[in-house]
């Protein structure tokens, strides 16, 4: 993809904050974090989201994930990480190249990354599973 800003930073055409590399992925300091450490996990080649990517290359950027998240329970001392991981626009997604984002998070930090809870019906519950599973 040649006009994917995240191919060409994870094949280092453009400079970035790399903090781990290996064959597959590029691991990068997001330029706007929601805390101090947050981590983008890019793959080298190109893949849209979560449905394109290959299943190896997936467990593998779960893998890099969890190397980056001890590097930075390790060195930035945080209290615990999220991973989080967007696919389409609805969901948050920005831009258009899969990223794991490797989130440390830290005691009263202030971010609001996790959801609201709804309150469904018992019988609404029913009928989302039936529709899912049907
Ligand atoms: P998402 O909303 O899941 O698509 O996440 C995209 C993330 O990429 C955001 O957290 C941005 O801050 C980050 N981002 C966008 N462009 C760059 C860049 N050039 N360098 C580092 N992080 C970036
Ligand atoms: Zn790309």
Redesign the pocket.
């Known amino acids: 993809m040649s006009d994917c800003?995240f191919c060409k930073?994870a094949n280092g055409e453009?400079p970035?904050n790399t903090i781990y590399e290996n064959e597959d992925f590029r691991v990068?300091?997001?330029?706007?974090?929601?805390t101090k450490g947050?981590a983008?996990v890019l793959p080298k080649k190109h893949y849209a989201d979560l449905f394109e990517i290959p299943d190896d290359v997936l467990a593998k950027a779960v893998q890099t994930g969890k190397v980056v998240a001890s590097m930075l329970k390790e060195k930035l001392k945080c209290d615990g990480v999220n991973l989080?991981?967007?696919n389409g626009s609805a969901a948050?997604?920005?831009?258009m190249h899969y990223?794991l984002?490797v989130i440390p998070r830290y005691e009263n930090d202030g971010q609001h990354i996790l959801w609201k809870p709804t309150s469904p019906s018992a019988e609404e519950l029913v009928e989302v599973k039936n529709t899912i599973i049907g």
């Open positions: 800003i930073i453009i970035s990068i300091l997001d330029n706007g974090p929601a947050h983008l989080v991981q967007n948050g997604q920005t831009v990223h984002h």
